[in-house]
């Protein structure tokens, strides 16, 4: 740990010198060579003298990434609000008129997602003006996969509190999730397992999970469960209340955060 935070700032300290080189000719017009030259080493200097200054240099360069990374995910999310609600590939629960709505992008082989469970079950049993959409996000393996094909195909026959309900018991199913525990569990939830059988290999519920799964990309998703509220994506299980908070100031004044 202690090697890694040196070999950083030892790389930040020839960034900062490059930096400086490539940015002098722009800024210091006129300038020799000899006289650029001088001026790089005096940089040098000072950062060898100095070398707080590259670890004020990585904070602030951390917290540019850090404001360019969510303007660019709003700028996704405003690009892709259609197809984040789009019912062909998502599950729509809550009230489906609500003014609020609450996107999950899961996998029923994530620990975490587990544990939001009952964070997301409880807003949509509280709140009756809460939208939910939930989107099969396979990112843990070939199990996951295969358990999202059988929610995918099993979305076709049960609608509403039945889905719902099959969707609980799923994500509440103890040990691993693949193919065969997913249909166990559909055939126990009255879906017609023959015909998901056959609809869990068809072209279009493949298309439907490579759909989301890019689309995720697209939104720079690393990992699950994420939320999206409003103009924000929240990453991971942070519990009801944070997740209620953001809710209530997209109410408020249209945004996940509030100003002021």
Request: include cysteine.
């Amino acid at each position: 740990m202690i090697f890694s935070s040196l070999r950083r700032l030892a790389l930040a300290g020839i960034a900062a010198c490059a930096l400086a080189a490539a940015a002098l000719p722009a800024q210091a017009q006129g300038l020799s060579a000899e006289q650029r030259t001088a001026v790089v080493e005096l940089i040098k200097e000072t950062l060898l003298k100095n070398p707080e200054l590259i670890q004020e240099a990585l904070v602030e360069l951390e917290r540019r990434n850090q404001v360019a990374q969510v303007e660019a995910q709003r700028n996704a999310l405003a690009a892709e609000k259609a197809s984040l609600i789009d019912p062909a590939s998502s599950v729509i629960a809550g009230n489906p008129q609500g003014d609020v709505t609450l996107i999950e992008f899961m996998d029923y082989n994530c620990g975490f997602c587990k544990r939001a469970m009952e964070d997301v079950r409880a807003l949509a049993k509280d709140d009756p003006k809460l939208k939910l959409v939930i989107k099969d996000f396979p990112i843990l393996g070939p199990d996951s996969v295969e358990a999202s094909r059988v929610a995918v195909a099993v979305k076709n026959q049960l609608q509403g509190p039945k889905y719902w309900e099959f969707h609980l018991k799923l994500m509440s199913a103890k040990g691993r999730i693949n193919g065969a525990k997913a249909l166990e569990i559909a055939k126990e939830a009255g879906a017609d397992i023959e015909r998901v059988r056959k609809e869990m290999e068809a072209p279009a519920t493949r298309a439907v999970i490579e759909q989301t799964v890019a689309l995720g990309d697209r939104l720079g998703l690393t990992g699950t469960p994420a939320f999206i509220v409003g103009d924000e994506v929240v990453f991971g299980a942070v519990g009801q209340a944070a997740l209620k908070q953001k809710i209530e100031a997209v109410r408020k004044c249209g945004k996940a955060t509030c100003s002021g």
